[in-house]
């Protein structure tokens, strides 16, 4: 599937998203990797092979680790990391991961960004409005919001 401007892409359960080198979406049917399905360490590691240094990897709250080898691959590559400080996260075991990976591969500071805080009060379905293939999910997760 070709990436258009102003759509959000999603991956349905159970198939990670790829970026392939053309530029294009593609789903895999590949295992689970560290216990998740989809996996956003998929993503990132595609996209850092794909568009190197042109890629943004953002790190916001979760469990696990799920994420931290693909944004320490963005780094490699060139790219730039954004990570939710772990104080400021709901579940902090994915931000944590992340900037322990980060750190551990001695990633150079420029590349980090922890400070992003989220506001409960964002209207989420005015920040999303006008962008297409949001999953249903989202749309009815920021209604509650």
């Not at 998203?17 to 956003?40: C, I, M, Y």
């Not at 998929?42 to 931290?68: E, H, M």
């Not at 400080?85 to 322990?100: N, R, T, Y």
Request: aromatic fraction near 6%; charge should be negative; charged fraction near 20%.
């Amino acid at each position: 599937m070709k990436i258009h401007p102003g759509f959000a892409y999603l991956a349905p359960a159970n198939y990670p998203l790829l970026l392939e080198n053309d530029g294009k979406l593609a789903l895999s049917t590949d295992v689970q990797v560290n216990f998740a399905r989809p996996s956003v360490d998929v993503l990132f590691d595609s996209a850092a092979s794909s568009l190197g240094a042109r890629v943004i990897g953002v790190i916001l709250t979760g469990s696990a680790s799920d994420g931290a080898r693909g944004l320490e691959r963005i780094c490699q590559s060139g790219g730039y990391t954004i990570v939710q400080d772990p104080d400021d996260a709901k579940m902090p075991g994915m931000p944590q991961h992340a900037l322990q990976r980060l750190a551990a591969s001695n990633v150079t500071v420029r590349n980090i960004i922890t400070s992003m805080r989220l506001i409960s009060d964002t209207n989420w379905a005015e920040l999303f409005e006008g962008v297409s293939l949001v999953d249903e999910r989202l749309r009815a997760a920021s209604a509650l919001a």
